[in-house]
């Protein structure tokens, strides 16, 4: 265990030198879910990691998003990690995947990258006695779909469903197979979209219902649009966003094009769509 701050700083030298130069180093992962009382300790950290490599981001990854602002000498890439599904706090509000996203987003000022960790696991996995309180499973396909596609909605650029290694040591069989197919389902559908994705972001007129979250992108001669319930209920409107044309669905279903000329959602109990218009 490291014990002081030399020991710390020695690790760090460390670890840069073994990895540092590694070609599949993508970034630093600084700290996880780290108390209030420790952000000035990740702060000295991240100021030393920049002065024995400047070249890799340092990501952070926190289920406080109110203490971003508070972060933000910490990280370049900041991740939040709602994990709704079983968790007996928080009453399996698939809301918060959207919610903390937004959170993030207001606290670093919409200028650092975020990368969420969508849940991919069964709470019961890690406290064992949660199963007598709370509805612990895995994620259905829809679920995984529902958390990386709010996620993406309210302004995340980036995806890491945690986690490989807990399926790996968590489940056998048919069960892991079921499992490891519906996260890659997932990623697959949303790695179809990267081009529209990654292209230039469209602005949405005000007046968006809560129900639902939305994202918008220009990409060719369309406009696309993401729209995602955040509720495990079904949900309905309209949305004040002009549409002529066909309608063309990329992804989900549940959105369609009003009398109005504007685009209206019907939308099972976490359901979503991704759509292109004229």
């Not at 612990?136 to 302004?155: F, H």
């Not at 399926?167 to 697959?188: I, Q, Y």
Request: hydrophobic share 40%; proline share 5%.
């Amino acid at each position: 265990k490291v014990k002081s701050l030399d020991e710390s700083r020695a690790e760090f030298r460390r670890l840069v030198g073994t990895l540092g130069t590694y070609p599949a180093l993508l970034a630093w992962y600084l700290v996880d879910e780290a108390p209030r009382q420790f952000h000035r300790t990740i702060i000295d950290a991240k100021r030393y990691l920049d002065t024995i490599d400047p070249d890799h981001p340092a990501y952070v990854v926190t289920d406080k998003p109110a203490d971003v602002g508070a972060l933000l000498p910490a990280f370049d890439v900041i991740g939040v990690d709602p994990y709704p599904i079983g968790n007996f706090w928080r009453a399996e509000d698939f809301s918060i995947c959207a919610g903390w996203v937004d959170q993030a987003r207001a606290g670093s000022y919409g200028m650092r990258p975020m990368w969420t960790n969508p849940q991919a696991f069964d709470w019961e996995w890690f406290r064992k006695d949660m199963s007598k309180t709370a509805d612990t499973r895995m994620p259905s396909r829809g679920e995984l779909a529902n958390m990386c596609w709010q996620s993406i909605a309210a302004g995340a650029n980036g995806l890491g469903m945690y986690s490989y290694s807990a399926l790996m040591n968590n489940l056998k069989g048919a069960e892991l197979n079921r499992a490891w197919r519906n996260v890659c389902s997932v990623g697959w559908e949303i790695k179809a979209l990267e081009d529209v994705l990654l292209d230039d972001a469209l602005p949405l007129p005000e007046g968006m219902s809560g129900d639902v979250a939305v994202r918008g992108w220009r990409h060719g001669d369309r406009s696309w649009y993401l729209i995602v319930n955040r509720h495990n209920r079904a949900v309905k409107g309209v949305l004040p966003i002009a549409a002529t044309g066909r309608v063309l669905k990329q992804a989900g279903e549940g959105v369609s094009l009003s009398e109005g000329g504007t685009l209206a959602y019907d939308f099972a109990p976490l359901g979503y769509a991704f759509v292109s218009v004229k």
